[in-house]
């Protein structure tokens, strides 16, 4: 055939690719992600479609939804349709809008309204990631029933081992039985009877992933029900889609503590625009305020010429600051993140930090104080007549700037808490660049406060 | 009674706690959290036994082994010997010398054994956060016999819902079995016809915690099997230890990214002699590697002294050179921990972050060069006659400097893992601090190269 598309196999040698018949799907995944989402589409063709949606359905794969469009129509439809719900759903987010409304008309008619109510969850929602493929049963049955209807639906559950069980006439949520109680009981007792003392842990639909994450990890569960207001269960969340939430927000987290924008894809398979565009914006952000710093420099030239002296402890200082406004942020994003600080908490926080930020400023400020004393007795340098003046100034600068350090970068998360953005898009060069611009001025006035009369 | 101890419930009452009888552990474990632990050891005393297990088998629980060693030695020993081996283990790990030692001797054979045979694993390994409560049966049983088995030991082993088949003979590991498929097989059929059909996942005892969590989050596994040398299972490690573990690392990491030493307790727990030592030991080692900027400054000051516009840059232009670092290392240090990136993989890093850099420092350098302009024209300051000189030094530096710090910043992860550290070891302010002192040289050069002859 002489056309620009492979067969499979031809797609599979080029690639130099060949699976054993017995790789796990993880290690296929893993193997495709280094690919083009078209040779990945090749290779997913090629498959069994038993293996295809094996591999399809692993959150790990990326460009799930590129792929899936790169498949003949016909196959990508059979290929979805095999999906668990919730992965199905994710990967409808990310399709192209014109793909996805052509393919959603060809899903069968349960698929397509089990879909559609899934994708009317905002996309960072437990809604959004839970799946609708768990057990329920009313609470008039026995164990034994229970046990005989898992055997039965077994195979087309995400998972079967917490037994949700529902008011026999309301069908809202009364108990969460797991498998492992249930095994263990006598299969002519009650469901109810090998319930858990306590009502279930449950999470609206309109929660965030995290705060599923949150729960789940918590109180140890293997599933969380998503229950709607009126008592009814929505969907299931597991553990497995908690861990990769976890990890990937992990991720984007640390990513923009960074100062980046978090990326959607891995580092290498980012491509070269993406790779700007998602660190250029910050980056521009971040040098036009801290272009107040030539603002403040110009203001206080007068000085400067007077005693450039002072400008030789300007970087020095400024990165202090910046430094540990740097390390209160992480210390308080993590905080925030885990629960451990609430936004009302902020007063303790700051009642802490002003002692902490003084204690570090006057460590700093005496090995820069020795600092210069050494150098102007070994003879390294001539700080001049008013070298004790020097001195003093660079130890009151760096107590004073590594307090505000320290108080600026830990009531940041507070404030953009409050604000209503994620406490984690405080970046450390963010907290810097606050902090440089202040500490330049309070370098200033501090000298100003020390050398007036005699250098300045 | 007139001792300074006090009774339960007093100690209950006088913290003003009193805890519902279907509280849940998790939720308990919350309020200790905010007590010190002599009180928390208290209200654990007061417990009964069960519950206080309950209790004190989450790892949530901060200070565990402090609140153990507060507790009365005959009730301290009760609680220990209900805990689960790798709960115990983990509080051993934690008590003081004497305490371990007096503790130990009091526990039955039975848990002192497997106690001793935990704690001879390195702390960071799988073998220390195993649990030696799993179910094994057999090669030669039936599904009916097993399923038999599990409801006998279902209330003494952690999870039952992987069980692992062993030779009959030689105990060594042939294959896992999930209770899913156990439930939905024939009571009659052996074994090892409903295992899965791939070898199963395993994981050496001397394998690090971060590979166990790896492994569970890859192939979305409840457990995995830690496996001797000689292939027979020593232990497992559960999801839920994984979700910890992964979350505990996530806090580490992004704290020392942030500049501090790993906090081992809240923020809001940690006592301010502990903070001050956690953050003044990188604050001082920052502080006087960023001390060469002070000498970097002296080197130039002739040049300084002849030029003092050129002062006015210096804090904007450093601060970019950070900021790019910064950005670099975030993105490297977590595509190397989540295994996107392998150590040869170096150059290829290299090779993007170069353009990458130009691009960056291309961008900034176009900004900070339209600022001079502007400036110059709008009359907001004077830089002399030999402005578009200046303005072409400032875009000229910003470019090397930018592709300095993201080259920089980009292989200090890779070095640090090559070294045998962490990459997670580079923080931002180190990355910053490496960046300030090349980048003034970079800055004197570029300004020498350009201005020597008019402004030099």
């Known amino acids: 055939m002489e056309n620009t598309l492979l067969h499979p196999d031809e797609a599979l040698a080029q690639a130099g690719i060949a699976f054993p018949v017995d790789e796990r799907p993880a290690d296929i995944v893993e193997t495709l992600n280094t690919l083009p989402a078209e040779k990945a589409a090749g290779i997913l063709d090629g498959f069994t479609a038993e293996r295809a949606i094996e591999v399809l359905d692993l959150p790990g794969l990326d460009d799930a939804a590129d792929i899936v469009q790169h498949l003949p129509p016909a196959k990508a439809v059979t290929l979805l349709q095999g999906l668990s719900a919730d992965r199905l759903t994710d990967i409808f987010h990310d399709l192209d809008a014109s793909a996805r409304d052509s393919l959603i008309d060809r899903l069968d008619a349960d698929t397509r309204d089990s879909l559609n109510r899934l994708l009317s969850y905002p996309e960072q929602s437990a809604g959004s990631i839970m799946t609708v493929e768990f057990v329920s049963v009313p609470g008039n049955w026995t164990v034994g029933q229970t046990l005989d209807h898992i055997r039965k639906v ?23 039985v797991t498998l492992r109680r249930l095994i263990a009981g006598d299969p002519g007792a009650p469901i109810l009877s090998v319930a858990a003392r306590r009502t279930p842990i449950t999470i609206s639909p309109l929660a965030s992933r995290e705060e599923a994450a949150r729960l789940i990890s918590k109180y140890d569960l293997l599933a969380i029900p998503v229950v709607s207001r009126s008592g009814h269960v929505l969907g299931i969340v597991t553990v497995d889609d908690v861990i990769d939430e976890i990890v990937k927000s992990g991720t984007e987290d640390a990513q923009r503590f960074g100062g980046v924008e978090a990326l959607e894809e891995p580092y290498l398979r980012t491509g070269f625009g993406e790779m700007i565009r998602k660190r250029a914006g910050w980056l521009s952000v971040l040098f036009l305020s801290e272009m107040l710093t030539a603002s403040a420099m110009q203001y206080f030239e007068a000085e400067l010429e007077k005693a450039i002296v002072l400008t030789l402890f300007i970087p020095l200082i400024m990165s202090s600051g910046g430094n540990s406004g740097s390390q209160a942020t992480s210390l308080l994003i993590r905080a925030l993140a885990l629960g451990e600080v609430q936004l009302r908490d902020w007063w303790r926080v700051a009642l802490r930090e002003l002692p902490t930020g003084l ?12 600092r210069i004393f050494l150098w102007q007795h070994l003879g390294f340098y001539d700080y001049g007549e008013h070298w004790m003046l020097i001195a003093l100034t660079v130890g009151a ?32 060069p963010f907290v810097a660049t606050l902090v440089d611009v202040t500490g330049l001025v309070i370098y200033f006035a501090v000298a100003a406060a020390i050398l007036t009369g005699t250098l300045l």
């Open 359 to 370: 204690m570090l400023g006057a460590i700093l400020g005496v090995i820069g104080m020795c």
């Open 397 to 428: 600068a760096l107590v004073g700037i590594v307090t505000f350090g320290s108080m600026a970068g830990s009531m940041l998360p507070f404030i953009l808490q409050r604000l209503g953005f994620d406490p984690a898009s405080a970046s450390a």
């Open 154 to 176: 077994e195979s087309t559950r995400e998972t079967v081992y917490s037994i949700y069980v529902l008011h026999p006439v309301r069908k809202t949520l009364q108990q969460a």
